[in-house]
């Protein structure tokens, strides 16, 4: 420092000495890192240096200045290279300058080299001193200014801006990152009249099914795995406001999915490690949501990763020791869940096509599984009665211990009995339940389960018993003969046969929202309901076509809606088993309806104990909104609108 001092003295006495040379001899030795400086900066201690050495003279001597424009803009064009800012902040700076350069300060006779770049470094410090609090505040209003302008086009005021566009938005966000139920569109879905496709091909009891959008893929017991596609529902036809009565219901619109592609193994291959199928009964088969993976389990202990294109096998897992009877993905995720008769359940990461880790914990089979975003799932164990849900993180697992129903058997038969389908049975609680066969998650924090006692539970996180128990959701099936129900040779025919419950053989719910579907072998898809507290299980009916027919009573016509054969026997919309529903949304968030998926089969998937009548398939609902698109939205009904006239069949 004092060498520059004493060579600013020299200056002084020498007035021919050039500011620019005793800069560039001087500058190394002051500071060791003065190329490092900002060009603005650079550029101001020049003119601080070249007004305190320089005389007036030689202050507008253009011959000195005439190589500072053209390193000042070789080094605007490298800062403007490294920050590469927008066109549009470009056009912001050249209106800046003009008004500047129009102002008539004292700096116009100054290069313009040298003004140009002060003002875009100027603006490119001001961006880059821009905290992150800032930062969010300026996205937020640049993002209401956005709301408001969409609609001021509609023509909406602001009080229907703030609360339909920005109280709602922000709550179904809120509510969707925490994993709560938040959307109520059971009372928005017209089931009453659905429309219905059977597909099939020739292949044995459909066992489960799975779809990604537009595709579908069934498997079944003969080792076969198929791809299908699903049609573009043509669009609904405006319902008039009189509805006619008509003797026959019209005819719907049966558009069967294409069938693209199908695999199927060979049991005969069962001694072969090597080979890349299934060679037992296809047991499950779940989807990725983004299309590309297609996962299948089997009663031969194999887990098989397919190609969702092409249906080529890419890994083959046999860590399971026991047949693989449920297969769930984590929403938004390539992570598998399978769970498995040796009462495990692994993870497995299909980006890496590898495993993971096993959870141990249940006492009998693991048959089936549920997950939703969050990275935990939810399994049923069978007999040992228990649902489990699974905190894949913190290596941890909460017990929810079911069996409810055999303690309550009332003490005189006759006085507590009461009616379903006809028959007349004891109290529906006298059932015990012996095994919990089905689960799926409705959010984060509650789930519902199936049993062999007919029994659909709600479950919280909060109880271990469950919330809500519905008896008996699919009624009883007939009681057997004497000599059926009865070991012995002559049966006492003053013993009668009690009716038994059937089981609740699939369960399926739209995640975050309060619809249920339930299916076993009684012939129909039945429609629940979470109430809003939920604290309960509300039954809304049937999923399945509706006919109806005028009869007249004496003078007075009357409406009576059924579903019967010519002999007065009900005519179901499902014929066998039902192994397994899927549902998916029409449209953005549901605004085009609802598609439910149904396998069926003859026989239940896991065992031929039993067969029914019915076809080996899938059957295909389109359910349309009661409501206008316009009218409801996200599934918040208008208030003034009726909810229809629906009748339970339970």
Known sequence: MLEAATAARRARKTPTTSARKLFEVNAPKTHVRCTKFHAAGAGQFLRSMSFFTAPASQKKRKREDTTAPARTKKKRITTLSLNSRPSKNNKARAARDESISGSGSEDEGAPRGVNDEEGALSSDSGSEDESGAQRRLRLAEQYLENIKGEVETVGFDAEDVDRDLIAERLKEDVAATKGRLYRHIASTLDFSAPSKTLFRADTQTTTSIAVCPPYVYTVSKDITLIKWELPTPPAPSPLSKKKKLLKKPPPPTRRRPTKLLYTRGNHHESRNPKYQHHTAPILTVAASQDGQYVATGGADKRLIIWSAADLKPLRVFAQHRDAVTGLAFRKGTNQLYSSSKDRTIKTWSLDELGYMETLFGHQDEVVDVAALALERCVTVGARDRTARLWKVVEESQLVFRGGGGEKKKPARQEHDSTTVDGVSSPKLSFYGEGSIDRVAMIDEETFVTGSDNGSISLWSL??????????AAHGLDPPLKPEEASAEAVPDPKVPAEPQPRWITALAAIPYSDLILSGSWDGWVRIWKVSEDKRRIEGLGVLGERV?????????????????QEDGSEQPSVRGVINDIEIFERGDRGKDGLCVLVATGKEHRFGRWKTHKGK????????????????????????????????SKM
Request: positive net charge; aromatic residues 6%.
């Open 616 to 647: 080996n398939g899938a059957v295909v609902f389109e359910v349309p909104l009661r409501f206008k698109p316009g009218a409801a939205s996200n599934g918040v009904r208008p208030v003034g609108e009726g909810t229809g006239n629906m009748q």
């Open 462 to 471: 909060q109880k271990k018993k469950p919330v809500f128990s519905m008896p």
């Open 548 to 564: 109806i027919l005028a009869t007249k009573k004496g003078d007075t016509q009357t409406t009576e809606t059924h579903a019967a």
